[in-house]
Every structure is written in structure tokens, then in C-alpha cells.
């Protein structure tokens, strides 16, 4: 008896307290776990009276929710998510155009072309392969260099990659090597890659935590984890393929018809905001706000150089009929390629 | 007894009479209203949160939007594309192996338990426990450090784990104990009387065992590979960690729903989800009503005579299973004390400094709120039920309410949070506030485990006698008084049974949750899958053993509970046979 009054009693005080909180802003986003606390920090500190309320999962899934519930917006905003993502929310009606406060420092290609923008970019991230040096030593494989190096068949299995349906990272890849390599060449080097890869995940920093742990001695992933594990003494090499890296935008946008747009629009002034640029330094070596970003140890010098001219309109467009085509392709059939 | 008619009697005489049609018409109406209302309450309870649901997801399935999947022509597509028909096979062929190899296994260690005269029978009960008290994802992630291409027995297997292999084994692992109870109860009693027989008419002891024994055990074997069939072809949770690019049904669904927001093709994959669990359990029933009556009136309890030869056989082979249960719990907890799996293997904490985010200790503290919930006000609710049920006249109604109770154990906990999903999460519905919220997370756990809890609370009932009512009658206690005060404390073993079973299960389910929690309601099952699914394999260990900690603290301070009460309140019991 003592027990369910004192549930109740706790459930009804834990309601009245939530009531008279500030305002609450419902943020999704597909930013890595361990970035959400500082982010969240950083921001109500500057903006006490407004609290996030983070609905994390990753690209893909994040997109899907979204387009879902296009009748019914249940996000405020959202804060990083891929830049062809968002394009297609804009391409919906879905987004509120908005000029955050420190719009023009930000880079021309690093934000939606349309004055005023619909979403704006934080910061870049891009492809990176990591190659776990203990386990290929062991099991004989040579580094690779260039992308084309990885259909060699001697790395049957011994791949991961993310699947591009669920992952931002994922499609970033798929994308890229569509532009690189044109449409048919593209689609045939994925055949070949496929009889390589052990594994599709739906995560995108899976496959280099896969790397690090040896569990598969080479993972397509991005940079952020490459540079975390590494710094905390993984066996990894970053390798920067030859041929150029897939980038994708993480980027902010508000979402249309919000309750609480003075809120969300304080959220895309900050989220573009020297401050938060500060933030991203530390987790990215590439930022939407030119001149700030630093040097990383384990990343070469001319980084931002090797990523390949990306046309963001075209991968938002043709997501869809990539995505269809890809899972067509490699999404579990049942009878082997025809070689 | 007829419960709702009071006593009539001579004695009242020489009360007031308007004092006692007062006092009469008084207690007639508590009592109405504790039966009729309780009655009806309990209806609309199963009404809308197993019937409803289950409904909302057949409209949603076969009359749904196109756009997302649904409809009919959307079914016919689905059901005549190859890729479906693909993944109904590797479903069926995983599910068919895993019975295949599970039930026989268990088969003999039920047999080791209740038919020789092993030693130290308690022991091997309790560890064959163990997968209970754990997600199914714990079993495939101590694959993975064992049999992983990291794995500290890798060099056992040719080919990785990942894919057929890992879930088979992975789910025999999840699936062995519910076989095993199933077995327990089906070899409990025997006829001793007809192994004497046996022996004086000079049958060997295989003879025996195939006429006496595997004949009174084939609806319990039967039962127990429908019954692991099903459960593997709804779980995901193993194939999730550990099936690589292997793609079940169950798998495609979560996808369908969660990953792709095509919730016509999710109900879909539902629906087909249910047909096996249906078709077993009506298989089932119309087996167990051909079923001869194994105990007679007059038979004798059978006691097995030791047999060094079969006894020791049959101690190795239960000893080789637990130690290899021990062996694959033993890793996972290793594993999340491991720094950096495999190249530091120092011990330490840190996958257990869970941040305070949605996937850290707020989903351990959901899942603690949610299990005591369940268990608290579902082991209320359910005896309460089975004591409306059982105890008083029987109607319609009640017939009806017997109906329904049993229909939670041929759904799947996939369909029920597919359910859950299309009739909560409807715009017009106006309960459609409570999704996401820990409360619809209490319902459907409830809900989900009906049936074995009022089975349980239903045979405890029905083992009083009715007399019990009738003292209470004619001594003027209205009938809630005489089931709190007296009903309740006869059964509390029952009740602490019941109790046990609901929080287990709460802290342990992940099927029905994955579908309706919300980053405020995350759970502790749930934050390992997504740990999983992000690479965070060590912290998704420490996650499982702290459910598996709390499971098996919990159930041995219940038993500790139940040991101490019973020897206080039910000295005045003696112990049936056979139990």
C-alpha cells in the first residue's frame, strides 16, 4: 500500500516540477553519442531558460522519422544531421528558412544556397579507412592506398562498412564513388567490393571500432573515430585512399510550424556561432566557419584538399533511387552475384 | 458455493430487521461490485491491451496505407517477392535447427532431473536458469568473445560465427531453459505401478522407457519444440548482434518499422510472425485434450532406484551443459571487465561508467521502475483476475475472460509492440498520449506476460476450497475483505511466484519495448542493443550483467522471502507429491 502511494506521490511531484520548467526544445540529431552532453552544455549555458531534449539514432533512421511524420512535426529542430538529409526535408517544405546571426562567416558551399538558408553547416566529415597494422601483420595483408586497392581479392571478408541505407557515412561513401568513378564504373567497383566486405553495419563508427578491436582488420568509416581510438591506443593506421574522400555536412535546420520557434532559432544562432565552432575544433579538422579549424596530429596536413568535389543537389535528388538500387544489389539476395 | 447470494439465516432473526436487509442488501452490493465491476473492468483491461492492438495491427496490415507498405496489394507483393520468401526460409531453417538440437538436450537433463538419482540435483537446476535471467543478446555477445574472430576459441570453428551458426547456437543458448521447464513438468509424476509391471514382465529398461516414459512425455516434447520454435523465429535480439549479413524475418521487421518508418509492411511481417505461435498453440490444446490422463486415481508415485551405469552418463552429460551455460555467462562478464578487448586485457570498470544520457543509468533505472511496476501492479491485477475468475459463478462473461487470458501466450512479443505501435500511435486514438511513456511500457509488459502469471495464480486458487467463501459469508465479510485478508496470505507462494516471474521478465524483454520506447523511456535492454549497434560491445556486456545481477539478486532475495514467510504462515501445510 505504503509503496503505491509513494510511487504515486513521487510520479505526481516529478509532473509538477516538469510543468513549471523552461522551455523545452526537442532536438534530433545523428551527432555520435559521446558529443550530446558538451553540445547540450555548451548551449544552455549560453540560453538558461531552454532545455534540449535529444532523439538521437543515426542518419538514416533519424531522415525516416522525420519524412514520417511530415503531417505531424514532433522535432523542433534539428541539430547535425547530413547536409543531404536535410536537403531533402527542404525539398519537402519541412524546413523554416532562417539567417542564424553569424551566417556571413560561414563558408558559401558549407550552407544551403538560398538566401535565406535552410539549413547550415557545422562542420565536414569524410571517408577514412581504418587498417588494424597488428592483425593485417598477422594475417598477411598488404596497407591499401586507393580505394580501387580494396577489391583486391586477399581482403575476402576482412572488410566492414556501413550500410547507406541506415547510415549518413554509409551513403557518403556510395555517393562518392558514383561521382568519382562515374555511374557504371561506380556500381561495378561495389560488386567487387561486396565479395570483400565481412559485414554491413548500421552505424557508421562501427566498423573502425571493429578495426580497433581486430574483430575485422580493415573498416570504411570516418575520421572522428579513427582519431579517438587512435589517441587512446588502438593499433589503427588512418589511411586516406588515393583517389579522393566522400564528405558529408553536418548541418542545422529548424523545423516548420515549431511551437517553439524563438527557441529554435536561438538554437541555429548558436549552432553557427563562433562558440560552437570551438566545440566542433576539438571532434572535426574540417569546419563550416573557414580560418578556425586545427591541425590534427593524426591527420595529414593537406587534409582538406583530399576531399573530392561533392554535388550535394545531386546526392540529395537520387537518394532514393541509390538507395533502391543498393539494396537491390547487396541488401541480403539470396543467389551470389553472377561473376 | 455461489458466491453472490448471501446467507440467509435464522440467526439474523432477532437483529433489527431493517438493520439487517441494511446489513444484507449492504453486503450484496460490495460484493456485487467487487465481482460484476472487477469483472468488467478486467475485460476492458484485456480489451485494449491485447485485443485492440492486435487488431490495430491486422486493419493496419491488410487495409493500410499503400505509401507505407500496406494493403492488400502491398501483401501479395511481399508474400510473392523472393526476397521475402528468402528470409522465410532462413527464419524457418534457424528456428527448425535450434528446436532440433534444444529440445532433445533438454529432454535428457529433465530426464537427469526427475527420472535418476543424480547428485546434487539443485545445483544444476539453478544454472540451467541462467539464460532466463539475461537478455537474449547476452548469450550472442559472449559468442562473439569466444568465437569471434578475436575470440579466445576461434580456432575451433572454420568459418567466422557470424551468420547461421551464431544465431543457432545463440538461441539454443536463450531458448534451452523454457524447453527444460516445459520437459520438468512433463516427466514430473509417474506411474510407478507400470514400471513394475514393466520389470516383472521382463522388458528391458529402453523397453520401458518407450512405452511408459516417451509415451506419457510426447505432448511435452512436442509442446516444448513448438514452443522454442516459435520463440526463435520472433527473437531478434541474437541475430541483431551476432547474424552478421544472415537476415531473419524478425530482424526485417524491426527494420521495416524502426529503420524505415513502412509500418503497413511491419504489420505485415507480423502478422506472418503470429501464424506459427497460433498454429502451435492450437495444435498444442487439441493435443493436450487427446492426451490420456497420466495419474489415475490410484496410481503410485514412481521413485527412481540408482544405477551407477545411468546415473553416471547421465551426470556427465548434465554437468557438459551447465559448464558450457557457465562457460558462455562466465565470458560475458569477463568480457565487460576487459579494458580494450583483445589488445589490453587488463581489468577495470570503465564500460561500467555509463553517462548519465538516455542509454546509460536512466535505462538501467527505467528498467528497475518498470520491472517493479509490472510486478507489483501486474501480480495484483492478475490474481485479483484469476480470484474473479475462479472463484465465482461462472458466466459468460467469465467464460469469455478465460478466453481472452489465454490469448497473450500465442502472441510473440514483436507483434504485441507492433500492436502497440499502430493503435497507440494513431493520431485519433485518444490514448495515443501514453506512447513512449514508461506507463504503455508497464501495460504491454503486463499484458505480454498474462497468461503464465494467471495460470500460475489459477492453479493456487483452485487447490482452496470453496468453504473458504461460505465462512466468510456467513460471518458478514464482505468478499474484498476476505480476499485481501485471507485468500492472498494462503497464497502467497503463488504470489511471490508470480512476482518473481513478472520482474524477471520486465528486466529481461526486449522484443515488445524496442518498438515503444522513447529516448525518456529508454531501457536497460534496449541500451544494450544500441550499444551493440554503435560498436560498443564492452559496454553492452556490462549493461547485460547488470541485468542478470539485478534478475538473480532479486529472484534469490523473493525465494529468500518466500523460504522465510512460508515456514511462518504455511507451517500448517503439507508438502504435495512430486514438487
Known amino acids: 500500500m505504503f509503496k503505491r502511494t509513494a510511487l504515486a506521490a513521487g510520479l505526481l511531484a516529478a509532473c509538477a516540477f516538469h510543468a513549471q520548467a523552461n522551455t523545452e526544445l526537442t532536438v534530433y540529431t545523428a551527432l555520435e553519442v559521446e558529443q550530446l552532453k558538451a553540445y547540450k552544455e555548451a548551449f544552455e549555458k549560453q540560453n538558461p531558460d531552454i532545455e534540449i531534449k535529444w532523439v538521437r539514432d543515426s542518419t538514416g533512421i533519424v531522415t525516416a522519422k522525420l519524412l514520417a511524420e511530415k503531417e505531424r512535426p514532433q522535432a523542433d529542430a534539428v541539430w547535425g544531421l547530413a547536409g543531404s538529409s536535410l536537403a531533402i526535408l527542404k525539398q519537402q517544405g519541412m524546413l523554416e528558412a532562417y539567417a542564424p546571426a553569424n551566417l556571413d562567416k560561414i563558408g558559401s558551399n558549407y550552407r544551403d544556397a538560398a538566401n535565406p538558408p535552410s539549413w547550415v553547416g557545422m562542420d565536414v566529415w569524410a571517408a577514412t579507412i581504418c587498417f588494424n597494422t597488428v592483425e593485417a601483420e598477422k594475417q598477411g595483408l598488404p596497407k591499401p592506398t586507393k580505394w580501387e586497392d580494396l577489391t583486391n581479392p586477399v581482403y575476402k571478408d576482412k572488410i566492414v562498412m556501413p550500410n547507406p541505407a541506415s547510415s549518413g557515412t554509409g551513403y557518403l561513401d556510395v555517393s562518392a564513388w558514383l561521382q568519382t568513378f562515374g555511374e557504371a564504373q561506380g556500381w561495378a567497383y561495389m560488386d567487387k567490393l561486396h565479395a570483400n566486405i565481412g559485414q554491413y553495419t548500421h552505424s557508421g563508427s562501427k566498423p573502425c571500432k571493429l578495426a580497433a578491436a581486430g574483430e575485422f582488420p580493415i573498416g570504411i568509416s570516418f575520421e572522428y573515430p579513427a582519431v579517438q581510438l587512435k589517441r587512446k591506443g588502438a593499433p589503427l593506421d588512418i589511411v586516406l585512399p588515393k583517389e579522393g574522400l566522400g564528405w558529408e555536412i553536418e548541418a542545422t535546420g529548424i523545423i516548420k510550424g515549431t511551437a517553439h520557434l524563438a527557441a529554435a532559432k536561438k538554437l541555429a544562432d548558436f549552432s553557427a556561432s563562433r562558440e560552437a565552432m570551438d566545440l566542433y575544433k576539438a571532434n572535426f579538422a574540417v569546419l563550416a566557419q573557414p580560418g578556425i579549424a586545427e591541425r590534427f596530429q593524426e591527420l595529414p596536413a593537406d587534409y582538406e584538399q583530399r576531399l573530392i568535389k561533392n554535388d550535394f543537389n545531386w546526392a540529395s535528388e537520387n537518394r532514393d533511387k541509390i538507395l533502391a538500387e543498393w539494396r537491390k544489389r547487396y541488401d541480403g539476395k539470396s543467389e551470389p552475384l553472377p561473376q | ?579
Not at chain 2, 436487509?21 to 491491451?49: E, M, P, Y
Open chain 2, 1 to 579: 458455493m455461489d458466491a453472490e447470494t448471501p446467507v440467509s439465516a435464522g440467526s439474523q432473526a432477532r437483529l433489527n430487521p431493517q438493520l439487517k436487509d441494511t446489513l444484507a442488501s449492504n453486503g450484496v452490493i460490495a460484493d456485487r461490485l467487487f465481482i460484476k465491476g472487477g469483472q468488467w473492468l478486467l475485460l476492458a483491461l484485456l480489451l485494449l491491451t491485447v485485443v485492440f492492438p492486435l487488431a490495430a495491427m491486422l486493419w493496419r496490415g491488410i487495409a493500410g496505407d499503400a505509401s507505407q507498405g500496406g494493403g492488400m496489394q502491398a501483401a501479395i507483393t511481399l508474400v510473392s517477392s523472393a526476397n521475402f520468401r528468402w528470409l522465410l526460409g532462413n527464419s524457418l531453417k534457424v528456428s527448425l535447427t535450434v528446436a532440433l538440437i534444444v529440445v532433445p538436450l533438454a529432454y535428457a537433463f529433465a530426464y537427469a532431473l526427475q527420472r535418476t538419482c543424480i547428485r546434487a540435483k539443485p545445483l544444476w537446476r539453478g544454472i540451467s536458469l541462467l539464460p532466463l535471467l539475461a537478455p537474449s543478446m547476452l548469450p550472442g555477445i559472449a559468442l562473439i568473445y569466444l568465437f569471434g574472430n578475436q575470440g579466445v576459441l576461434r580456432g575451433l570453428l572454420s568459418d567466422n560465427i557470424y551468420g547461421f551458426w551464431g544465431i543457432v547456437i545463440g538461441q539454443a543458448i536463450y531458448t534451452f531453459p523454457h524447453a527444460l521447464m516445459v520437459l520438468l513438468s512433463a516427466l514430473a509424476l509417474a506411474d510407478a505401478r507400470l514400471f513394475d509391471a514393466a520389470s516383472s514382465m521382463g522388458a528391458s529398461p529402453w523397453r520401458a522407457f518407450r512405452s511408459i516414459t516417451w509415451s506419457g512425455s510426447r505432448q511435452g516434447v512436442f509442446a516444448a519444440l513448438c514452443l522454442v520454435f516459435t520463440l526463435c523465429i520472433t527473437d531478434f535480439g541474437v541475430p541483431v548482434v551476432v547474424g552478421g549479413d544472415y537476415q531473419v524475418l524478425a530482424l526485417e521487421a524491426y527494420k521495416a518499422v524502426v529503420g524505415q518508418q513502412q509500418f503497413g509492411r511491419g504489420a505485415l511481417i507480423g502478422m506472418v510472425l503470429l501464424l506459427p505461435a497460433l498454429l502451435s498453440f492450437a495444435v498444442d490444446l487439441w493435443l493436450r485434450r487427446r492426451q490420456r490422463d497420466a495419474m489415475g486415481g490410484r496410481a503410485q508415485v514412481y521413485h527412481p532406484r540408482p544405477s551407477r551405469g545411468r546415473d553416471l552418463a547421465f551426470l556427465c552429460t548434465t554437468a557438459l551443459i551447465c559448464l558450457a551455460l557457465l562457460g558462455v555467462f562466465g565470458m560475458a562478464i569477463y568480457s565487460s571487465l576487459v579494458k580494450f578487448w583483445p589488445y589490453n586485457l587488463s581489468l577495470s570498470l570503465d564500460h561500467y561508467a555509463f553517462s548519465e544520457l538516455p542509454g546509460g543509468w536512466l535505462a538501467y533505472r527505467n528498467s528497475l521502475v518498470l520491472a517493479g511496476c509490472s510486478a507489483l501492479f501486474g501480480s495484483l491485477v492478475i490474481f485479483t483476475g484469476a480470484y474473479l475468475i475462479e472463484k465465482t459463478r461462472q458466466t459468460a462473461l467469465t467464460q469469455l475472460l478465460r478466453l481472452l487470458s489465454f490469448v497473450p501466450m500465442a502472441v510473440p512479443g514483436l507483434v504485441f509492440g507492433l500492436g502497440y505501435v499502430f493503435f497507440f500511435n494513431q493520431p485519433n486514438n485518444p490514448l495515443s498520449g501514453l506512447y513512449g511513456t514508461l506507463t504503455l511500457l508497464v501495460l504491454c509488459t503486463i499484458a505480454h506476460f498474462f497468461t503464465t502469471a494467471q495460470m500460475t495464480a489459477a492453479a493456487a486458487l483452485r487447490q482452496l476450497d470453496g468453504e473458504y467463501e461460505a465462512a466468510a459469508l456467513s460471518l458478514k465479510v464482505p468478499l474484498v475483505r476476505h480476499f485481501f485478508r485471507v485468500t492472498l496470505p494462503i497464497c502467497l507462494p503463488a504470489l511471490l511466484d508470480i512476482i518473481r516471474y513478472l520482474f524477471v521478465s520486465a528486466m529481461t524483454t526486449v522484443s515488445a519495448a524496442i518498438f515503444l520506447y522513447s529516448p525518456d523511456s529508454v531501457l536497460a535492454a534496449v541500451a544494450v542493443l544500441n550499444m551493440d549497434d554503435a560498436g560498443n560491445v564492452g559496454g553492452a556486456a556490462a549493461m547485460s550483467t547488470l541485468i542478470l545481477l539485478t534478475s538473480a539478486g532479486v529472484s534469490l532475495l523473493l525465494a529468500g522471502v518466500s523460504r522465510g514467510l512460508l515456514r511462518r504462515s504455511q507451517a500448517w501445510r503439507q508438502p504435495t507429491p512430486g514438487l
